[in-house]
């Protein structure tokens, strides 16, 4: 009799612990999906920012696909993210924004008005058929433009770069940061990772405002130990701001010269030091790849920010 009763307390005791463990099961899962639908929540706000340097130059650096090529297939994937998130919420729903841009502006009047168009704003449509419109054209619109953008850009060679350093310091709030709360804001910088700019060259110490590949050789950076270097004398990028908590960050096209393949290394820490210092919410930094790769990786990076 006492077996009997020992038998029947282990096995009540046994279904429990699995009750109770089914149960933490449970709750697990529904935080996890509450996490995912606060995401799924969010309206996307994503601002793409465009390097128009001598980087996308064919006969310069050639690649296949070429560079700027690319860059054209990376954006009409957001296009095409952009669409997805339209449909997942419902056109009534949707307000989600997206834009390319150049800093600084190009001296190009006709590419700034090509730029123009490079823009939507749901939330600022008047009605679920002008946002219908907006579906329908927004991939076409941006490849027909970026094209556009691009072939008179390296058919004059008038390379203006691009100012990133300048830009987060003084523009990155304006341009890619809602003041709305319900908005996820994204910023996708489209870039060799040398940042160089004529307006902003200046040096406070180790510190600067560009890097170059010369400044990596310079400063000594293409031996074994130079991470210790970095780290000791406080190399890296001017910081001049903390308050970016509300912004992601994806670096695409990262792209060292051929001859010092081991600058993608340096230049990664130079940005994630930055991007750290200036207290950005999420930063991914990745090389130039094929756009299928490049492709899985901007699916990561938006699904896990």
């Known amino acids: 009799m006492k077996k009997i009763i020992y038998l029947f307390a282990f096995n009540l005791f046994f279904l429990s612990c699995a009750d109770e463990k089914k149960n933490e099961q ?13 995401n799924s ?12 340097s001598d980087r996308i130059e064919p006969t310069k650096y050639p690649s296949k696909p070429e560079h700027f090529e690319r860059d054209i297939e990376i954006v009409n994937y957001f296009t095409e993210i952009f669409k997805r998130d339209m449909e997942q919420k419902g056109a ?11 800093s600084p502006r190009p001296d190009d009047e006709e590419i700034n008005q090509i730029a123009s168009e490079l823009s ?30 691009y072939s008179k850009t ?13 830009f987060f310091k003084n523009d990155v709030a304006d341009y890619a940061i809602s003041e709305d709360d319900k908005y996820k804001n994204i910023l996708v910088i489209l870039t060799d990772g040398y940042l160089f700019h004529e307006a902003s060259n ?11 590949p010369r400044d990596v050789k310079n400063n000594g950076f293409r031996s074994s130990n130079w991470k210790d270097k970095f780290e000791e004398g406080d190399y890296g990028y001017i910081t001049t701001r903390d308050d970016l908590q509300n912004l992601d960050v994806l670096v695409l096209e990262i792209n060292p010269s051929r001859q010092d393949k081991d600058d993608e290394d340096v ?39």
């Open 120 to 149: 939507v704003d749901l939330s600022r449509a008047k009605n679920t058929k002008e946002k219908k419109q907006i579906f329908d054209n927004v991939s076409s619109n941006f490849r027909k433009n970026l094209e556009r953008i």
């Open 41 to 52: 929540d969010k309206q996307l706000n994503i601002t793409i920012l465009l390097d128009l």
């Open 202 to 212: 200046d040096k406070e110490g180790n510190r600067s405002m560009s890097l170059l």
């Open 26 to 38: 449970q709750e697990e899962n529904t935080e996890t999906k509450e996490v995912a639908d606060t």
């Open 267 to 305: 230049i990664k820490a130079y940005l994630r030091k930055w991007f750290n210092e200036m207290n950005v919410n999420e930063v991914e930094l990745y090389n130039s790849d094929l756009p299928q790769y490049t492709k899985t990786r901007i699916d990561k990076f938006i699904n896990n920010g």
């Open 92 to 102: 009534f729903m949707a307000n989600g924004k997206m834009k390319v841009i150049f």
């Open 154 to 166: 390296i058919e004059t060679k008038n390379y203006p770069g691009s100012d990133v350093w300048r």
